[in-house]
């Protein structure tokens, strides 16, 4: 299903942008050496209830999963890199930490993910890494305007992840979103120009380019959740929700506040 948002729903759809947004920036803030991640999912869940949200993921059970995720964020560290269940890990000074929330409001979800370095270290291969998939989610928005089709986005993402020599896995991607979480079309991070669904106004989208830095295979852990690098390796993540507008488009997930 593809869903195109009148001007009322799109209203909706960017304040629950914003409220992820707020809500990343903050657990970014708070994701200092010696924070649990169960406190950050703890936290999450806190800012989701005050602000008359729904998670799209405490009971989300899908296939490639193990039951229903039953957390309120994706809290990822080092090799790991989507869905990555929180559990009982204490964050330490160069840890690379990629958090990712979709909430619903309003009827009306939106999707962000940000990875960053915890504490005062700055390995340059990981902030080299990180810095590849903002630019690649950049190019990625960029290429997206009416009468564009998916793979412009596809191939301006892959173009930018090819060229920082990282491998490509296609497996996972960005994806339309609006009502629910997930919807179609589906968006790989490399692709050709040209190709696939026309985008117009209306149509959200949440873009997501993420790499491992030496390897496009996944292996799931034995929390039969969380995804990481099938080497070990180091990963990194960056996703925004937009809306296709009447001549380019819109971020949905940027942050509306200072964040304690
Ligand atoms: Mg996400
Ligand atoms: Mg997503």
Request: hydrophobic share 40%.
């Amino acid at each position: 299903m593809i869903e195109i948002l009148n001007p009322t729903e799109l209203a909706r759809a960017k304040e629950t942008g914003a409220l992820v947004a707020d809500i990343l920036q903050t657990l970014k803030n708070r994701s200092t050496v010696g924070a649990n991640l169960l406190d950050l999912d703890r936290w999450a869940q806190a800012m989701i209830a005050e602000a008359g949200a729904q998670s799209c993921y405490v009971d989300y059970e899908p296939s490639f999963g193990r039951g229903p995720f039953g957390h309120y964020i994706c809290t990822a560290v080092n090799d790991a890199v989507l869905h990555g269940l929180p559990r009982d890990y204490t964050l330490a000074d160069g840890d690379l930490l990629t958090l990712d929330l979709a909430v619903s409001k309003r009827g009306f979800a939106a999707d962000s993910a940000i990875s960053f370095i915890v504490g005062d270290s700055k390995p340059p291969g990981s902030v080299a890494m990180i810095s590849a998939t903002e630019r690649a989610l950049g190019a990625g928005i960029a290429a997206a305007r009416p009468g564009a089709r998916i793979g412009d986005i596809s191939h301006a993402i892959g173009s930018v992840l090819g060229e920082a020599g990282y491998p490509i896995n296609t497996e996972f991607g960005g994806h339309g979103i609006g009502s629910t979480m997930h919807q179609d079309p589906h968006i790989p991070n490399t692709g050709r120009p040209g190709r696939g669904y026309k985008l117009r106004p209306g149509l959200l989208l949440a873009l997501e380019p993420w790499v491992m830095a030496d390897t496009a295979e996944l292996i799931t852990d034995a929390d039969g959740w969380t995804l990481r690098s099938a080497t070990g390796c180091r990963t990194a993540h960056s996703e925004h929700t937009i809306a296709i507008t009447n001549d380019g488009a819109e971020i949905l997930t940027l942050p509306t506040r200072t964040h304690a």
